[in-house]
Each structure stands twice: as C-alpha cells, then as structure tokens.
C-alpha cells in the first residue's frame, strides 16, 4: 500500500508541475495542493478566507479543484458554512450528496452549492470534507456570487413529425403490409428479435416527436410515448383513453399516433406503451385497492410518484397509491386491455405493432410506492392481504403447516397478514427459518411475486387476445437495482408472458464525463439464459434540452456540446452490447431532444453498433468472469450492498453478470473466474454447483460478504465457507469497519491496492467519514489460510485465500460489498484471464464492441491479446489490425468500434 501511496504522489506532482506550465491553472491554485493519503479516514480543510454576504440574497457557490490521483471509493464534498458578525455558524448547506464519489483524474471538478443568505447572517465559508480512499487534487479558486434569476432555458424545438392528411389513404397503405408478428428466440444461443421472420435490432426511439429522423439513423422500432399511451388516467398535456363523462373509450389518438409513425417511416414498427394507472374515481368507489401503511394511512401518488401518506381528500394532481395485488384490479384492468387489443385488431393501423410495454405505478415502472423501508415495502391493503393468504395456501396447504413456520398458533390462512412495521424492523435479516424469520421473508417474497404474478398476468392477457405472436416489454430490476417490487424474474416471464426487460441508465455521479456510465443495469446473463432480451433505457438529455430547475439539473448530466453528448452515449451503449445486451431506446420525454444533425449522427453510430452486434451474435467468445448475485438478497435485508456496477466498468475485465440461481441451470456456461456477491440464501444444490466448477486447479472463486445467512439449507456463513474449507467465525456485531490489506503481507491479489478494500457505501460530512455499516460481518479463523486482510481497527483477518481441496483457489471477505476495481482485476488475473485492459478508465469488450471511455491519466487503451480487426459501425469498413488499441482521447471523452470475430480474421 505504501508503494501505491508514493507512486500517487510521484504522479500528482508531475502532473501538477506540467499543468501549470501549461497554464491550465495557476500556481496558486497548484500551491494549494491536498493530499489526503490517510484512508479510510476523513478530512476537512477552509482554504478560503470568508466572503461577504447580504441577509435574504441568493447566492451560488463555484468551487473548481483539480484531480491529479484518485482510488476510486473517494469522497469530496463542501458545505457552505453562514456566519454571523461574531463568527458564529448560524447555518450550513452541503452539496449534492450523490455527486460525492470520485472516479477520474487528470480533469477538473466542479462542485457547486446554491444557498439563501440567512438572516443573521454576514459571512459565507467554505469548507472542504474528503475522505474514503486516497485522493490528491488542487484548490483551484472558489467563486460566490449573487445569483440574478433568469428564466430557464426552454430548449430548442422543432415541428413534430405531423400527422397525415389523407387519414384514408394511409389506412390503405398500411392494410397492404398485413399484420406484422414478433417473437423472442435463441439465434446462435443469444436471444433475438424476430419481426415477420427476420431478425430486427432493438434499435428503438421512444418520444412522439421525431420518427422520420430517428428512421433515416436506423431506429426502425418505436415504443410509444404520450398520444394515448394512458388507458385511465393522464394529465393535462395527455389525455387518457377512458373519458369518464361519457364512461367510454376513445381509442382515436393511438389510431392517429400509428397513422403518423407509419407515414413518417413505413419500415417502422411498434411496442404500444400502455400506461395501466387506474383512476381516482375508481380507487375511490374501491378502497380496499388503495395501498396503506403500518398504520391504516392510504398512500397518494402525484403523477407517477410517490406523495406520502396522507388520508386527506385529493387535492389536484393527485391520486391514490394503488396495489399491485388485488385481483378484483387486475381483471378490471385486464378487461379493458382486451377492449383495446380488439380495436387495434380491428384497424389497419394496428398491422405496424408488434409488441406491448407495461407501464404504470410508482415511477411508471411498479416500483413500491415508497423508496424507504419505514413501513418494510409492505402494502396493509385489504386487498394485499387477501392475494397473501392466497399466496400462503399455496406455498403451505393448511393452517397448521403455516402456524408452524410463522411459530403463530393463531394464524390461520384466513387471517395471516403482514409484519407490522416493528416486527420487520426488529430483524436486520430475515433468516428464513420458522418463527418471525420465516414470517418477514414469506411476506418480502410476496412483494416481489405478488407484482410479477400480476404484470404476467396482464402480459398473458395481452398476447392472448392479440391472436397473434407478440413482444411484451417491462421494466423490471433484477439483483443490481433490487428494488424488493421487482425480484421475481421467473415469476414474470413465467409461460414466455414478458420478452424484453428494460432498464433506465442510472443518474449522476454516473452520468457525468468524469463518470464510468451508468448503463447494463440488469442481471444481463440471467436475462439471456431465460430467452429473455435486455433493452437499456437512455434518457440521456442533448445541449437543446430544455433545463428544469432542481434534483435533476445534477442528475442527468446536461451535455455542454455535441462532443459530451458522443461520449455519454458511446461510452453507455458500449457496456450493454459488451455485457451480452440487445439494444437501447433514446427517451425523448419532452419532445425534440435528439433533433439535430451532431445528435442523430452519435445516434446512427450506436444503432448501426447494435446492428452490427445483432448480425453477429454468438461469434465472439464468452467472458471468462462471472458475477453472481442473489436476486432474493434484498427482500431478506435491506441493509446489503447490491450495486456493483462501477466495480466492473473501471476494472479492465467485460464480466458476464448471472443469478445465484443461474448456477443449477444446465446451460450456465463454465467461468475461470467465479465472484459471489453476497450469497444469503445460497442452498445445498447451488453449493454443491459452486464447488464442482471452481474447485478444480487454475479456477478461482470469490465470496464476498454473507454466504448462507438467511438460508434454509444453513446455519449460516460459517457453515457454508465450512463446506468449501475454510474455517470462519461469525461476529453478529454491527460495525462500519471496512477492510484494508494486512500490514507487510504481499501477495499478487494485493497489487496497486490502496485504501480501503470497498468502493461505495462511504460519505463524508461535517462528521467526518461515514462507512456503509454491516449488520454482522466474518472473521478468518483458519490456520491454513494466509491472511491478506484485515478490519481496519479491531485488526481481526477480515480477507483470505486458501487452496480447496480439489485444487481450486478460494478468496473470502468477510465485509459485505468489500471489494474493488483493482480486486477484481487482481482476482481475473490470480485465474489466469488476461484483462483488456489496467484498471482506471471506463472499458468494455465484448460481442464485438470495443470501448474507452477515459477517466485516468493513465493511457487509455485495450489489448486485444492477438492481432485484431477494428471495424468501422457505420460503413463496416476496415480500419486497422492492431493488438492493442490507443485511440487519443483527453480525460472523459469516449472511443468506441467495432472488430470482427475471431475465426474470419
């Protein structure tokens, strides 16, 4: 560790010597140099004297630094800190919470904070908090300055594609192309879309503005968006398709909307979006229906958020939050779902669809109603309870199986009902062995089958009535965003009801240039083993966007230019194709966004990427990485690291991402490398699968955090790593330790580590440092292991190796989510996998798609490992033959291309 200290800060001062003689910034901003080496503790200094401020003016605060040496799992912050005229603080504003990761160096960053003077106030100071792992950058200068308010920028519009005149004359054109078909099967054991008997790209636009231009760049298919997609309810700029004066439908705008997708591209065809948000009204005559907390409160939702819990009337805008569980709801719902599919059957303008996507409830996207875990995600609805007594009769059979497992003599499967909110409370895991821990994670489970059950249903009732083969998409989670709604996969997809699984690009710090990118959210190998496609959902905004004020003016990372938005985009279409996913859709919310000549010409690289990825499927070679996690982890805790995604994007190795559950299905291909990302209900036959691949000589396999804690098969983690042969004891202690390397121990999985072993769950604050804390955690206990880390205070071995007996190598954590970029390079290369490339920028490899994105002073690079053919996407010419490619590129610009398979070169 030491010698990666010294190397940061032998580079830093290089780095800060050349910018200034370049004049990137001056020697007073290289003068204040910080270098905060001392992980994983925090540090906080006031590089600035106090500036003046007037009682009740609004002010933004610009602090510019410069990152010259980073680890990821840094944290930065500021705080502004008011000051009356005795200096006294008499209020603090800190900046965004979530921009506090840092990922790049050799780049500037700036942090900015708006505040309102208080009234006592006099002074403004700034102070600067950084911790977590070591960072070495400059102060540059701070601004603060009054802000004049002027009005936000309205982006930059043109005509929509319009709709057609001669409505008649389009109708008998589109009578002529004859009802289109989709199906999902395997081509070369990927899944693929197959539209009227040939494979299309899910090169897909989802907006209601551009189809022509979105066409000419290769985005043949269309999900709709507004103009009629909202069955129920819809606001003011959308009606809905139920008028409920005349308590009837009026299905024209969907006919109308098709109409103009066809007219602007007869190639086109359609995902019909359909926005199933039942009504106020109905919710109102049906109570039973509306989601209640803990307390018998209902729920009210805002559009398509989450409100808060308020049993008030309605005020405008608002409607009640409603369950996903009740049956009566979703026959309704399913009832007029048919009435819809009638009528585009019955209209030439219904030949151009070939597929549904499901939206509705918190988000659009049947999240539960609230983010937070106060009320344990659990819905108190009459009509929730009711579907989990079902739910129970059929997983137990009779009352006193049941009473036996909940350890309730009288619960019956009549009266059963949810954990209270204390109940759930009072257990960190659900451990899932009779009593109250069998209780909470029948009940958990419920949440996530329950919505799946439901959505499967309605898809099933969707295909069944189309009379004819058809594409339903969803958004849906899986162990990456666990949300507790959306962890039944096999529940939703059950009787091939759901074909395509969407998932929106994650937000800032992601987002931003000097971001790893924020896409590839889903179990992608999972998704594939099932037949099952992966579209990312990319909401990425344009320089022509307009600018709204708030959470996401951060969040979405509002491109400067053409140059930013090719990066974004490149650098996260690049991660799906690599990962083994389909496609993407460009959401255009708003209308416009993407209209414009430098925007459609990114757009026309990264289809024609997709399309070249399409025609090529299952010509390249697999990963030999794998990453699994456990798609139940989150119904049985709330409180276990489940984002990894940056860990990968910064580590050089492309990984195929899998369930836990992947490893009992016969076609799970077999890795060099196996990393278990906190397996808590690994069972006996996942176990025995486990230990059969990776316990032979050259395999490798990971286990980080609880392995076994909430199975049914297990006592716990120390069985379990009992069984692969290491010894471990279980200290049940909640503890923010986090895992630093042993003092003077070397070892290869060691190399360029610096810090902490863990890359999130840390913040910084007025506090000082904050570590994710882990409600229990294992310490090494096995003469026979060499100890490579330990906990950074108690000092106890917290990581270790040891040979299994069948000659594979096993590495264990004991710390949920103790792992890194350089780890997991580390533990590719300990299994004999030659990365693509050292970790520090963002890159990915794979089904013929290579990609930079730069975050590093480091050169950005890939090395093939052989000689390789680099294509261009677009005009599939050649453009050279290299082994490693460099493409020039400064701090946060992406390159991507296309190269060919290995047996035509």
Request: charged content about 25%.
């Amino acid at each position: 560790m030491k010698s990666e200290i010294f190397a940061m800060r032998k580079r830093s001062r290089i780095i800060t010597l050349l910018l200034a003689l370049s004049g990137i910034f001056s020697l007073p901003g290289a003068e204040r140099l910080v270098e905060y080496t001392n992980a994983p503790e925090a540090e906080s200094i006031r590089p600035f004297d106090p500036r003046r401020i007037e009682a009740g003016k609004n002010y933004e605060s610009i602090l510019n630094l410069f990152i010259l040496s980073v680890v990821p799992g840094a944290r930065i912050n500021a705080e502004i800190i008011q000051l009356d005229p005795e200096g006294s603080e008499v209020a603090r504003t800190a900046s965004d919470f979530s921009l506090q990761p840092v990922f790049a160096d050799g780049c500037s960053r700036k942090i900015r904070i708006a505040f309102t003077a208080h009234p006592l106030a006099g002074k403004a100071e700034l102070q600067l908090n950084y911790g977590g792992n070591p960072v070495i950058f400059s102060v540059v200068n701070w601004n603060l300055e009054e802000v004049v308010k002027k009005p936000l920028f309205g982006g930059i519009y043109n005509d929509p594609d319009p709709y057609p005149a001669d409505r008649q004359a389009v109708l008998d054109e589109m009578a002529k192309t004859g009802p289109a078909t989709a199906l999902v099967e395997k081509r070369n054991g990927i899944p693929a879309l197959i539209v009227d008997g040939k494979q299309m790209p899910l090169n897909a636009y989802k907006g209601h503005y551009d189809f022509s231009k979105f066409g000419e760049a290769g985005g043949d298919l269309v999900i709709t968006f507004n103009c009629g997609m909202r069955l129920y309810s819809g606001p003011r700029w959308d009606k809905a398709l139920w008028d409920p004066v005349t308590k009837s439908f009026d299905y024209s705008a969907i006919e109308n909307n098709l109409m103009r997708i066809f007219k602007a591209n007869p190639r086109a065809r359609v995902i019909l979006s359909i926005d199933i948000t039942p009504p106020a009204e109905y919710l109102e005559a049906h109570p039973e229906n509306i989601v209640l907390n803990g307390d018998g409160v209902r729920g009210k939702s805002r559009f398509t958020s989450f409100a808060g819990w308020d049993n008030s009337p309605l005020k405008k805008g608002e409607s009640w939050a409603w369950s996903y569980f009740s049956e009566t709801l979703k026959e309704h719902i399913a009832a007029d779902l048919r009435k819809l599919v009638q009528f585009l059957r019955s209209t030439p303008a219904g030949n151009i669809v070939i597929g549904f996507q499901l939206a509705g409830g918190h988000d659009g996207q049947f999240i539960q109603w609230e983010y937070g875990c106060t009320n344990g995600h659990f819905d108190y609805s009459e009509a929730a309870r009711k579907a989990l007594c079902s739910y129970l009769k059929e997983i137990y059979g009779s009352d006193d199986a049941l009473r036996e497992a909940w350890g309730d003599p009288e619960v019956t499967l009549q009266n059963a009902s949810n954990p209270s909110p204390e109940e759930f409370h009072s257990m960190k895991f659900a451990d899932d062995r009779p009593g109250l821990g069998r209780k909470i994670a029948d009940c958990r489970r419920f949440i996530a089958v329950g919505t799946a059950r439901m959505l499967n249903f309605l898809a099933r009732t969707l295909k069944d009535e189309w009379k004819r083969p058809a594409a339903v998409e969803m958004w849906y989670s899986t162990a990456i965003w666990a949300y507790p709604t959306r962890l039944a996969l096999d529940e939703l997809i059950r009787g091939e009801a759901v074909n395509i699984i969407g998932m929106v690009t994650n937000y800032a710090p992601f987002r931003f240039l000097d971001g790893p990118g924020g896409s590839a959210n889903s179990c992608i190998q999972a998704l594939n083993l099932r037949n099952v496609m992966y579209i990312q959902e990319m909401d990425h905004r344009t320089w022509r966007t307009e600018r709204t004020s708030g959470y996401f003016m951060n969040a979405v990372a509002f491109p400067e230019g053409p140059a930013d938005f090719r990066s974004q985009l490149l650098r996260d279409a690049s991660s799906v194709l690599a990962l083994g996913g389909q496609g993407f859709y460009l959401y255009d919310m708003f209308g416009s966004w993407y209209n414009d000549p430098e925007a459609l010409k990114t757009i026309r690289t990264i289809y024609a990427m997709n399309t070249y990825v399409s025609d090529n499927a299952g010509k390249f070679p697999r990963s030999r990485t794998a990453i699994l996690m456990d798609e139940a982890t989150r119904l049985m805790s709330e409180y276990v690291p489940n984002y990894v995604t940056d860990i990968w994007r910064l580590s050089g190795i492309t990984p195929a991402l899998h369930f836990l559950s992947d490893l009992t299905d016969p076609e799970m291909p077999e890795y060099d490398l196996y990393v278990l990302w906190s397996p808590l209900t690994i069972d006996k036959k996942q176990l025995a699968e486990i230990k059969k691949r990776a316990d032979r000589p050259g395999k490798v396999l990971v286990v980080i955090g609880d392995a076994g804690r909430t199975s049914r098969d297990f006592a716990g983690t120390a069985e379990v790593l009992d069984r692969l042969g290491l010894r471990v004891l279980e200290d049940p202690d909640v503890s923010g330790e986090t895992i630093i390397p042993a003092p003077g121990v070397s070892d290869p999985v060691l190399d360029h580590i610096a810090g902490v072993m863990e890359q999130s769950g840390m913040s910084v604050g007025r506090d000082g440092l904050k570590r994710r804390e882990v409600f229990g955690c294992a310490v090494i206990d096995d003469p026979e292991a060499k100890i490579l880390g330990v906990y950074e205070t108690s000092r106890r071995p917290a990581f270790a190796v040891k040979k299994m007996s069948g000659g594979g190598t096993l590495y264990c954590a004991g710390r949920n989510g103790a792992l890194t970029s350089q780890m997991l390079h580390n533990f590719a290369r300990a299994a004999g996998i030659e990365s693509y490339a050292e970790p520090g920028n963002a890159v990915f490899v794979g089904n013929g798609v290579a990609a930079i994105h730069r975050l590093s002073v480091k050169t950005p690079e890939i090395d093939f490992g052989r000689e390789t053919v680099l294509i261009d996407p677009v005009s599939r010419e050649v453009l050279e033959k290299v082994r490693i490619w460099r493409p020039r590129l400064n701090v946060g610009e992406c390159a991507a291309v296309c190269y060919l398979p290995d047996e035509t070169e």
